[in-house]
């Protein structure tokens, strides 16, 4: 009890020290808080009941002596700045009495405040009397540190450590007073803790008596600390308060060993074909990835990069289960993976019986196969026509239409890349079968005509064309057919000039039999050449010399034809005449014109007449003639 009473009574005197002992009744602040470089003010206030007769302030000097040093004297006459002091050209005193409250102050103003004015400054008011009254403030100096720097440990740090391992630095410069250091993963503040988490600070004072603070984290990393921001905050003092800045967030690199690994296929997600290529790809769920080996049936593969295999033009014996083994040197341990792998095929189609020669009405059944590993689709055709959409095809009486190319076609549905198709040859044996000579065009300038026949059998006939000239009876030369081979027969065309009448035979033979088709060929005229024209197609060469027919009775049956259609053509005219003049006839120029318009569009036509002959085209000619001059 006693012993609380005394305290307080010691604390209490020791506050009044100031006032009580001396006459003077001065009070000043204890501590006045500046930043550096900045200005101070220092109250010194004192109570008396007419203005101090003289004011006196001191620094006391820093070290051991404690020695007080003045540094400003004023009274009635003098404001004096010592010179030679710290303080001379830095401080100014400003002085104010009110005599109604009987209250005065000086007020110290210290400009640039240096590192060197953190002490004491005394302030001695002495009234008329000479009595006098003293009071002290300290000085706080403060400087607000730069921004602190966070720099993380560039190597990864193993989980694996027994003890914690720095994982970064902070430093934060020129702080007074001593700024403090706290370090944060993800906005919780860590403490150092047993085993777990060491903090190491250095601090140094610079000669300027500003603080550097060093502060090195160290924690016994987790694999989940990878993920984790680390940053370090620092705390200082400014005057009246305190404030804080962070740095930058960093992370760290985490080694941790591979206790899985996993196994990718590139390209993903689809179905392996023979000749593709494809990558393995192993990957370990460590850090950093491990070292890795590829098996594949028992046998170590090379691979070009760490963890990645690359399989070209891949096989089916490329197919089943890859092996992935990971071997992490530091922990010594070790993981593994697996993948199988399935590599489709599409085998070449096997067709039964291939190529088939069938006797007429025979049957054939057809098998078409293709070994895969998926499932398959197959259809036949012929003529691009779809016969079946099954691998049987059966073939009943076979005739001439079932001869030709058979294909089988057999896809993967599921990989539309692989497909097969295979083509075979059935042909019918029997005698040749013709059905017609088919006739082309006549070429208007030559006058050839090109004749093609067609013999379906088997074996392949050969074709024999004959040539007998009508009026003749005469063979003609045939000029050398040309043959074409195709599934089911033979065609054969040849060129023949058509200026008389021609039977054109076409045979075809082979062991079985020969047939024989005929076809007459009408000749052909050119009407709307003139006689030198036509006389100069007579002169080109040949390779079937034009005939001159003989004049016989057929000719001269057609010349008195035409001469009785002119003899009827002349009593027409002239009825038509008779008619005319006597106007009973109307004729208006319309009726002219389309006389003319007529026989224009006949200009233009080739007309094919019973016997080819240059006499006869002169004649229409001159028809054509007299029907003209009316209109000119
Ligand atoms: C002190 O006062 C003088 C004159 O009024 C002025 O020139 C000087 O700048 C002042 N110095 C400070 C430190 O306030
Ligand atoms: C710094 O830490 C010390 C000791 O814990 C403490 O006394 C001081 O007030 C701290 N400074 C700041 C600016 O928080
Ligand atoms: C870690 O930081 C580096 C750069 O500082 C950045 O590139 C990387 O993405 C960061 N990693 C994570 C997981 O945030
Ligand atoms: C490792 O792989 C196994 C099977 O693939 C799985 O069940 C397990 O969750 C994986 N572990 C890790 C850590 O990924
Ligand atoms: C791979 O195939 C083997 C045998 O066919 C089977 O035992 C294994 O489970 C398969 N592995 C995977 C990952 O599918
Ligand atoms: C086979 O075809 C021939 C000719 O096409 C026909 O006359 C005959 O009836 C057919 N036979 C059968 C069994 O269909
Ligand atoms: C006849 O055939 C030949 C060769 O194919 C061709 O050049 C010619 O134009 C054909 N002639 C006629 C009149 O079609
Ligand atoms: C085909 O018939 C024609 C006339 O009918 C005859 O001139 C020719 O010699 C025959 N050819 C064969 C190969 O029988």
Known sequence: MTLRYIALLVAGLSVLTSKTWAVVDVSMEDRVEVSLKGQAMIPCMYKLKESAKMIVWFTRLPGRDQGRRRIYYYDDQNAIIEEGSDYAGRINVTHSYEPQSERGSAILIIDNVQMSDQREFICIVHDILSDSGEGHTRLQLFNSPSLPVIERTHTGVSVNEEEPSKVADCEVNDGYPRPNITWYKDRFPLQPSDGDIK???????????LFTVKSELFIKVERTDEDAHFYCEVKYFVPGGVKMTESKKINITVHYPTTNVTLYVNPPDRLIKEGDTVDIQCEGNGNPQPVFTFTHKEEELE??????????????????TYECQAYDF???????????????????????PEDTVLDQGQDLILTCNALSSLPTYTAWYKDDMQLVERHVLELHNASYDTAGMYMCEVIVPSLPDLQERKSLQISVRGKPMISEITVSQVNKADRFVNLTCYAQGYPFPTITWTLVDEQSGKPVPVAEAENQKIDTGVFSMISVRATSQLTASCSAANELGTVNVSHKIEASVRVTTTTTQATSTKGTGLTVPPKQPPKGGGSGVIIAVIIICLLLIAILGSVLYFLYKKGKLPCG?????DFTKEKASKDDIVMEMK???????VLLQGINGDKKSPTE
């Open 199 to 209: 903090i190491m600070e250095s601090v140094t004072i610079k000669p300027s008596g």
């Open 303 to 320: 691979t070009k990069e760490n963890g990645m295999l690359l399989l070209e033009d891949v096989k089916r014996s490329n197919s089943g």
């Open 330 to 352: 530091e922990t010594g341990t070790g993981a593994e993976g697996s993948i199988n792998i399935t590599v489709h095929y599409l085998d070449h189609i096997v067709v039964t």
């Open 589 to 593: 120029r319309s009726g002219k014109q």
């Open 611 to 617: 016997s080819g002959k240059s006499e006869e085209a």
